[in-house]
């Protein structure tokens, strides 16, 4: 059998990075408790990187194009309610695998003037894919709402996907969070979409939110 190519070191700083913010919050960690979960020197990390910032924009790169894909992907063709379900759990699973960025979002944001301008780029994205896929439904007859309730909705989903594991962490600080959480969130987002969703897509709506209710 042919021998799996070692990893760089740079792709391991970012890989253990990751792991470490996602697990601790960014703020909590720094770039000496990342090289020495690594077993290498400061002096190593830093011939990669010269600082944390530099660390959490390559990080951020690899979110923003994963992100990016998915939320062109539902405006190439008209979308039906299980489309947007499949859509809003792989935002949700983009989310999760760069989470500290959500949780950490305001603090980041506020600090690093890259992250600032491209995340505003993706929130205008969110609501431009949600209002897309919106349209699409009521051309097809699925949802009937207006272009200024669809506009409302669009802004409301985005936020709520936004926001969710913020959300989830004030409402239970010492809980794990985990899929079950995130299933949730896009239900929540989906539910948004509801009230405005008419005959077969209302009693799909309806029978796969059963999935995800709770007593």
């Known amino acids: 059998m042919e021998r799996k190519p070692k990893r760089r070191t740079r792709e391991r700083i970012l890989e253990t990075a990751l792991v470490l913010f996602n697990e601790f919050g960014e703020p909590n960690v720094t770039t000496q408790l990342i090289s020495d979960d690594m077993g290498i020197s400061p002096g190593n990390l830093y011939y990669h990187f010269h600082n944390k910032d530099e660390i959490i924009e390559s990080l951020f790169a ?33 989310i999760w695998k760069f989470r ?10 506020s600090r690093n003037r890259m992250l600032e301008t491209h995340f505003k780029r993706i929130v205008a994205h969110k609501v431009q894919t949600a209002s897309a896929i919106c349209r699409g439904l009521v051309a097809t007859g ?30 239970d600080p010492r809980k794990k969070i985990g899929g079950e959480q995130l299933a949730r969130g896009a239900f929540q987002v989906m539910a948004l979409a509801a009230p405005y969703l008419v005959g ?3 009693q799909l709506f309806e029978q796969l939110a059963k999935n995800y209710l709770t007593a």
């Open 62 to 94: 690899d979110f923003e194009r994963g992100i990016e894909e998915t939320l062109t992907a539902p405006v190439r063709r008209p979308p039906n309610v299980e489309d947007i379900w499949l859509f809003l759990h792989l935002v949700f699973e983009g």
């Open 100 to 109: 500290f960025l959500y949780r950490d979002i305001n603090e980041l944001l």
């Open 142 to 171: 699925d949802m009937k709402a207006t272009p200024a309730e669809i506009q409302a909705l669009a802004v409301n989903m985005t936020v709520v996907a936004t926001y969710w594991l913020s959300f989830e962490f004030v409402s």
């Open 200 to 202: 077969r897509s209302r």
